[in-house]
């Protein structure tokens, strides 16, 4: 059965492409290639350009491949670019998938897994955080995500649809192979940021407050392996191909690491000394973020396989240490 990944080219879309074809699934893949990679294509995916507002691209993409279920992972991603661009975020993640909704029920494709957000909740009422609990996102780029969730549920209740949304917390690391890994233009993650460091690319990382309410005032983060999270959609296609009723899943490992602890991890992993600046705040980031997972453990059968923080810094550092610029050749 042939699954239709959407972002494909992107980080966690190209690593869970991976992890389908090495389990022997047919695989195709759709990118805009606006912030994807074509060197992130798998060679055995078959790799379509277009973006999914363009409804044309996707009626005929839908008569041309037998799609099964849909993995949507096409959309913008920076918190701080829909801060200043919220129109962007709502075109292309909210209006886009309404085109790519559109299109599913009127071609009879009715199962869709779908990335999610911890930015959802924004600032958490209890740590670790439920799918029940509060969601009052602090930016336009979780609002966008909250309001495709509610879309997918009123067209689930409508058409013959259903689907998966899963929220994940702090994706990192990149694939065993060292063929791909996290390659963002502007990079805004801390894990790839720490480790441009000791790439040489910067002198120095900057830890955005130090005056949280944390043990040691900076902000906790719950971060998951891209692997990780590429199991978790394979598990909700499965899930949705057997019959599971839509639903929604955090995913996250349940641990939380501060930026100091982050950054300490990595000295190890590199041995570069990594030099620390503490800078103000940045705007809108919660304390903590940490994830309850068990739901999907429970329900999707979900088991996370990396929670040591330095070996995922090290399956970073295996990647950005051969990719210093990502999949730019300089
Ligand atoms: N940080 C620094 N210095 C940096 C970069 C980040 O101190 O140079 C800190 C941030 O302030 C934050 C932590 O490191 O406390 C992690 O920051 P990231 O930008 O790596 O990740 P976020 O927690 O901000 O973002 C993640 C996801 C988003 C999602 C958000 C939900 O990457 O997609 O969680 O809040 F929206």
């Known amino acids: 059965m042939t699954v239709l990944v959407l972002g494909g080219a992107g980080y966690i879309g190209s690593h869970t492409v991976y992890e389908l074809i090495e389990k022997g699934e047919d695989v195709v893949i759709a990118d805009s290639l ?3 990679h074509i060197e992130a294509v798998h060679p055995k995916a078959r790799f379509y350009k277009g973006d999914i507002r363009d409804i044309d691209f996707l009626d005929e993409l ?8 849909v993995i949507h992972f ?3 991603s920076l918190v701080g670019e829909s801060m200043t661009d919220p129109l ?8 886009g998938t309404m085109v790519l909704l559109k299109s599913m029920v009127k071609n009879g494709i009715d199962k869709i897994v779908f990335s999610s957000t911890a930015a959802t909740y924004g600032e958490p009422e209890n740590i670790p955080i439920l799918e029940s609990d509060r969601k009052e996102p602090t930016n336009t780029y979780g609002e966008t995500k909250l309001a495709m969730e509610k879309m997918m549920k009123w067209v689930s ?11 994940y917390f702090n994706a990192c690391g990149a694939h065993k192979s060292g ?25 120095q990382i900057n830890i955005f407050g130090d005056d949280y309410d944390t043990p040691d005032g900076t902000c906790i983060r719950d971060y998951i392996h891209v692997t990780d999270l590429a199991q978790a959609h394979i598990l909700a296609v499965k899930y949705l191909q057997n019959g599971g009723e839509s639903d929604i899943f ?4 349940g641990v939380g690491f501060s ?12 041995g570069h000394p990594i030099p620390a600046v503490i800078s103000p705040r940045r705007a809108g980031d919660p304390a903590q973020l940490v994830a309850s997972s068990e739901k999907a453990k429970q329900i999707l059968g979900w088991k996370p396989e990396h929670y040591d923080l330095e070996k995922i810094i090290a399956s970073a550092w295996n990647w950005h240490k051969n990719h210093p610029f990502g999949f730019a050749k300089k």
């Open 250 to 253: 955090n995913l996250g490992n």
């Open 157 to 167: 209740k409508a058409h013959d649809l259903r689907f998966v949304s899963l929220r």
């Open 179 to 203: 063929k791909i890994g996290e390659a963002h233009e502007p990079e805004t993650h801390l894990i790839p940021l720490i480790l441009q460091v000791p790439n040489g690319r910067r002198e």
């Open 259 to 270: 930026v100091k602890e982050v950054i300490d991890k990595a000295r190890k992993v590199t």
């Open 74 to 76: 096409a959309a913008n």
């Open 34 to 36: 606006q912030t994807g």
């Open 62 to 69: 839908f008569k041309k491949e037998k799609i099964d279920s």
């Open 88 to 95: 962007k975020y709502y075109d292309n993640n909210l209006y």
